[in-house]
C-alpha cells in the first residue's frame, strides 16, 4: 500500500456559501478555515492546498462571547521604533466590518506560501450581497 498524495491539478474545489449573522467569531472561523484548507476531504494533503472557495455573508453581524468586543486589542508595527499600533475589536468592527472575521480565518490558516494561497479562496462580505452567484455556491450551516 502507498499513501496517497494529492495532485494541485486534479483537485475539484466547490464553492460554499456560509451565513455569519448571530454567529460566534472563533467557532466560524475555525470551521470555515478548515473547509479553507480541505481538511473535510477524503484527498486532504497538507502540503497541497485541496481547500474549497468560501464567501461568507453577513459578516458585520457577527458576535463576540463575553465582552470580547470591547477587550480584545489587535495589534500590528509599522516597523519603525515605538511604531507598535493597536486597536480594539469595537473601533476594528466599526471601521471595517469584515476585517475581524477575516483576521480571525487567517490566523488559523498556515503560515506559509501555502497559507497565503487558500486565504485568496476567502471572500468576506459585511451583508448579504455579494458578487458570486454565478459560481452556483452551496449554501452551508455551520
Avoid at 464553492?15 to 480541505?38: H, M, P, Q
Avoid at 484527498?43 to 492546498?49: A, C, G, Q
Avoid at 463575553?66 to 477587550?71: G, N, Q, S
Avoid at 503560515?111 to 485568496?120: P, T
Amino acid at each position: 500500500m502507498r499513501s496517497f498524495q494529492a495532485k494541485p491539478l486534479e483537485v475539484e474545489r466547490k464553492w460554499f456559501l456560509v451565513d455569519a449573522k448571530g454567529k460566534t467569531v472563533g467557532r466560524l472561523a475555525a470551521r470555515v478555515a478548515s473547509i479553507l484548507r480541505g481538511k473535510h476531504k477524503p484527498i486532504f494533503t497538507p502540503n497541497v492546498d485541496t481547500g474549497d472557495h468560501v464567501v461568507i455573508i453577513n459578516a458585520g453581524h457577527v458576535e463576540f462571547t463575553r465582552d470580547k468586543f470591547k477587550t480584545k486589542t489587535y495589534y500590528h508595527h509599522s516597523g519603525f521604533p515605538g511604531g507598535l499600533k493597536a486597536i480594539s475589536a469595537e473601533h476594528l468592527h466599526a471601521k471595517k466590518p469584515t476585517e475581524v472575521l477575516s483576521k480571525a480565518i487567517k490566523g488559523m490558516l498556515p503560515k506559509c506560501s501555502l497559507g497565503k494561497q487558500m486565504a485568496r479562496k476567502l471572500k468576506v462580505y459585511p451583508e448579504a450581497e455579494h458578487i458570486h452567484q454565478a459560481q452556483n455556491p452551496i449554501p452551508l450551516n455551520l
